[in-house]
């Protein structure tokens, strides 16, 4: 399969693609020429790589003639449905939701993160204008303290690169 390169959001937007967030634990854009261009290259790609009984099992039917009845038969010449039909089966979303989505993701001034022993610590700039965490614990006696022992980058962007397998953003939606 060939995986999402989040880059491309805006062209996927453009176009009206979609996103498939969970193809066996990837994430998937069907409407890119790049990647999948429609629905009929991903399904190929999909079949030829998991086979079609998979692809039956992520479906809502009980058998391959059932969806070949349902799906190809009666959509032959309606390729909506068939993309319908792979939202459904893989999480989907439009490339403007999944867009907001990777915003969500981002660090920015203030936010306040969390580890996974749920610890808090938010995002602050230093005297040195230097992006850092600061403790955020109320139990903490150290709250609201830099310290050194926290990273620091000059970019927002590395602080988080280094720092996101153990800190995560707490979104609210």
């Given at each position: 399969?060939?995986?999402?390169?989040?880059?491309?959001?805006?062209?996927?937007i453009?176009?009206?693609?979609?996103?498939l967030?969970?193809?066996?634990?990837?994430?998937?854009?069907?409407?890119?020429?790049?990647?999948?261009?429609?629905?009929?290259?991903?399904?190929?790609?999909?079949?030829?790589?998991?086979?079609?009984?998979?692809?039956?099992?992520?479906?809502?039917?009980?058998?391959?003639q059932?969806?070949?009845?349902?799906?190809?038969?009666?959509?032959?010449?309606?390729?909506?449905?068939?993309?319908?039909?792979?939202?459904?089966?893989?999480?989907?979303?439009?490339?403007?939701?999944?867009?907001?989505?990777?915003?969500?993701?981002?660090?920015?001034?203030?936010?306040?993160l969390?580890?996974?022993?749920?610890h808090?610590?938010?995002?602050?700039?230093?005297?040195?204008?230097?992006?850092?965490?600061?403790?955020?614990?109320?139990?903490?006696?150290?709250?609201?303290?830099?310290?050194?022992?926290?990273?620091?980058?000059?970019?927002?962007?590395?602080?988080?690169?280094?720092n996101?397998?153990?800190?995560?953003?707490?979104?609210?939606?």
């Amino acid at each position: 399969m060939k995986k999402f390169n989040e880059n491309h959001i805006d062209e996927l937007i453009e176009t009206g693609g979609v996103v498939l967030q969970n193809v066996h634990g990837q994430t998937v854009a069907v409407g890119l020429d790049s990647e999948y261009p429609d629905a009929a290259s991903f399904l190929a790609d999909y079949i030829e790589e998991f086979g079609i009984n998979d692809l039956v099992k992520k479906s809502r039917y009980k058998t391959l003639q059932a969806m070949i009845d349902d799906t190809v038969i009666n959509a032959w010449c309606n390729h909506s449905a068939i993309a319908t039909m792979l939202f459904r089966m893989f999480d989907g979303l439009s490339a403007d939701d999944y867009a907001k989505k990777l915003v969500k993701k981002e660090w920015h001034l203030g936010d306040i993160l969390e580890d996974d022993e749920g610890h808090k610590a938010m995002i602050v700039q230093d005297n040195d204008y230097d992006y850092v965490l600061m403790d955020v614990d109320f139990k903490n006696k150290n709250a609201f303290k830099i310290y050194s022992h926290f990273d620091y980058s000059a970019e927002l962007s590395t602080l988080q690169a280094t720092n996101s397998r153990c800190w995560h953003k707490i979104v609210e939606d």
